[in-house]
């Protein structure tokens, strides 16, 4: 028979896990948020699907906002700062989160997020939030309970995409299969995500695995009209930006072209990831979320006013432009080509707003709020880098030279074949624009 205890003790689910103990699984948690983001970020220009393109830049910002707040409030926690800086004894786990940057192909990289990275974070959220002390950890509650209900929202985006990218190359189903099982079985060796104990595991390449590489050449959602320069005046200084109805449709044209820009912030975000401090991931995440925003306002523009998808040209050569030079380059094209409209974008809404199109002076003012978030963005992480290596990273103003030449060369490769069909496709628009005004 036991002895009566001269204490109060009861069973106390409250006091399961001491602060350490949530420092260490919310420690866990920001790497394994960071991991997928990044290596998210990477594949932008790889996916075709505009729609796939905007939402995975969408899921990053929310995975950055996720891993943000984990990180403060680790912090809160006053775990050993330092050690937020290492996956420390969650290593073998953070590494099969980072094996999955090295996918063979598209639907691989989508499929094993489907299938096992993100509904192993949601699971864990899940688990954390029912075991965890509400009262002592409830701030980690509020935010966690929007992380776990974002999971479940990626889940099935990604679930979407890897079937949709299936269905176009059903011969990459087998390998896209194998892969995800594979990062499964290395998952449940190491223990999944989960609540519990940290545990070691192998480190050997996967099966499978393709080494990642920047794309040179971004995939291009093929119900769009597929081009180098997307409207005649990149080329042609004859031909006007023009203004009325020509404007309202080169505005539309504009903002659906910063695809490009999408890719941009996700290829400079993952190049930089292990070079900078975290803020920069957070703030390119924000900025990539941010340009995929613009683009779907000139998507949906144009869809409002019935144009088709195979009228829309949609360009490739900025990104193409700063293909096979260091990544400064990238965050250089994003920077200036981005922020040198922002003086026009107040006039031009004001302009939409005398011609009664409310849309467009509405997606053009937000659009103007947004680029003054990206030049301070710029400014600081073109310094931060030129700092960090002066010898590597060239200083801002030589950044910018080297971006315009890279452009300039490029548009000078214009052929006039390329020049004509842009010409007869912006023209065709505007005609089509004029028909879809009237009626
Ligand atoms: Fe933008
Ligand atoms: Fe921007």
Known sequence: MAEPSTFLLRSQPRARWMRFDTAQLLKRFFFCERTVLVSAAAWIPSIASLDGKIGIARCIWQSAETAHALRERVFELRFPSRLLEEEGTDAALIDLFTAARNSPSVPAFLLCNAVVLLPALRDAYQQYLDSSDSIADGPTHRFLSLAFSEKHEQVALFTKWAEDTLAGSPGDRKEAEAWTRAIASRLAAIGGVGVGPSSAGECSPIVGAKPYSIPDHPARDERFWPCRFYWPDIVDRDFPYGEGLSLQIRSAISHVNEVWAIEAGGVMLSAFADVLP????????????????????????????????????????IYESASGQDPIYRLGMLYFFETKNIRHKLT??????????????????????????????GNRWLRALHELNAEKYPPADKVREKCELLVTRMIASASPAEKSALIARASSMIQRANELARA
């Not at 000139?298 to 360009?315: K, T, V």
């Not at 302009?351 to 301070?376: K, N, V």
């Open 278 to 317: 975290w803020e920069w991931i957070h703030d390119a995440a924000r900025w990539t979320y941010d340009e995929s925003r613009h683009c779907r306002m000139g998507y949906e523009r144009l869809m409002s006013w019935g144009f088709d998808l195979a009228e829309i040209p949609l360009g490739t050569y």
């Open 348 to 377: 031009r809404a004001q302009l939409f707003h005398s011609y009664g199109d409310s849309l467009s002076e509405h997606d053009m003012d937000f659009d103007w709020a947004d680029e003054t978030i990206h030049a301070t963005y």
